[in-house]
């Protein structure tokens, strides 16, 4: 980068964190540190709400997946606006009557201490281990940049996002995302703008997105009802809808966000502004990896685009046979580029457009597997390698082909993006561990100051857990994919749990405790042998703990009455 782009990318980010720690100052309690005195603008809340989802792996993540599959991601969200309409009817309006500090006090006050407490252990497990996955995202950044490891880059990235959370609480979470959002949205959209700009001159927006479809990466919309398939309309609008109800409706990290809304109106109309903009805002994010993907059927792209582990091939014994397989993907890519050049031409006169097609699919099959040839030598050099560079899609364009400064901006927008997405994280299993594990069950009379510096303590732990996870996110292949993969191997037990406290008044807490219990069992099953894909988990564990509640209350009911 040049010092114009490092000059942009110090500065965003200084000012940003400067802006959170002002505008937080004077909170002299734990309701300040953790809600912000309730106090908030629905404005407020909803970008909170959409940065505290929007991590940094949305922007790093999401074009590469687009990249290399096409936009089917985007009937993820599709059960989105749903969840907010049924949350604020529901959840809202209980969690401010109630006045909670966590979602996870609710259930003590309906079924027993040790619901709670276990429903509060699963989300510290989940949430503690995501948390990592999203400070990894802008290490990678760094770490290419840099052309050092990601394991210095993620300790860096890390540390300065525990250092502002844990002065300035909720309040320096909830402003900086606000401020982090607009500019999000500003660079998202100068980055779609110069993609379209530095493809060919004949080669506008709308052509951009034929080509890529003749390729199959328009692949939006999937209508068939397949179990395994992870992405169609519907495990979008119902696997979807499980997930993004136990997400927003039971993961601290985002109740969290919308307790901080001076009212139930704020909260509610901060919960619909996500669900109209996420799924607009994912769309075009998605179309940005596809624009993307457009510019390199033009421009030849790297054999692989994670520069770290190509520089350390090009400095081992394996360098060589290395440089003779790249040679060969370069001479696959020139038979592609004219195969695409004549598919361009097929579009313009409307002539053998399938025929040019087919020619181009198949030029594109066989320069797949000149890049795998590549890999598999990368493979001998470094068996720990991780071959998945679908994260390093997106940030190999920004950094090779945008002009500068707008470089130093966008990459400050994926460090914001995680940082935010971070601090919201940790300052929600801060409040979970202070108030649902110290606060109720180590020290019930502790004073106001005693919470406080718990909460920054807590903070400050779980800051060096997310940074230990985040070590090993290298392993885990996408990043968008493997926190949704993470989050759905707990969330449908989790919402499980709260619907049997809203909606099956008869079923106790003990029933609903090793309900929950033997759901999770048969969910950590159901994902290790592959029954279903990974959105459907969370329909079939919230289903589970209904059931296995119900059922195990009769059970209970009877040997009641027996005895």
Known sequence: MSWIDWLVLSVTILFIVIYGIYKSRGSKNIDGYLLGDRSLPWYNVGLSVMATQASAITFLSAPGLAYSDGMRFVQFYFGLPIAMII??????????????????????QRFDLKTRAFTAFLFLIQRGLSTGITIYAPSIILSTILNINTTYTTLFIGSVVVLYTVYGGTKAVSYTQMLQMSIIFCGMFLAGFMVVQLLPGDVGFVKALKIAGKMDR?????????????????????GGLFLQL???????????RYLTGSSVGQSRMGLLM???????????ILLIGILVFTFYQYQKPPVFFNS?????IENSSYKAEFKEREQDFNLAFADKNTKVLALDKA?????????ASAEVKEANENLEQKRLDALAVMKKNNPDADLDDTNYVFLTFVTQHLPKGLIGLLI???????????????NSLASTTSVDIYKRLINKTGSDLKYLNISKITTFFWGVISIAMALFASKLGNLLEAVNILGSLFYGTILGIFLVAFYFKSVGGKAVFYGAIITEVFVFIAFKYDWMAYLWLNLFGCILVIVFGLLLQSIFKEKKTAQ
Not at 219 to 238: A, E, S
Not at 412 to 426: D, E, F, K, P
């Open 412 to 426: 400050a927008i994926v460090c914001m993006a995680s940082m935010g997405s971070t601090a919201s994280a940790l």
């Open 87 to 108: 949350l604020c009817i529901t959840f809202v309006p209980i969690y401010h009557k109630l006045k909670v500090y966590t979602a996870y006090e609710f259930l003590e």
């Open 246 to 256: 136990s997400y927003f409706g039971t993961d601290q990290s985002q109740v969290g």
């Open 274 to 284: 996500n669900g109209m903009l996420k799924i607009p805002m994912q769309f075009l």
């Open 308 to 312: 770290y582990e190509v520089n350390k």
């Open 218 to 238: 328009m692949n939006v919309i999937d209508w068939n009802f397949d179990l395994n398939n992870r992405y169609t309309v519907w495990t979008g609008i119902i």
């Open 347 to 355: 579009l313009n006169t409307n002539q053998n457009v399938e025929q």
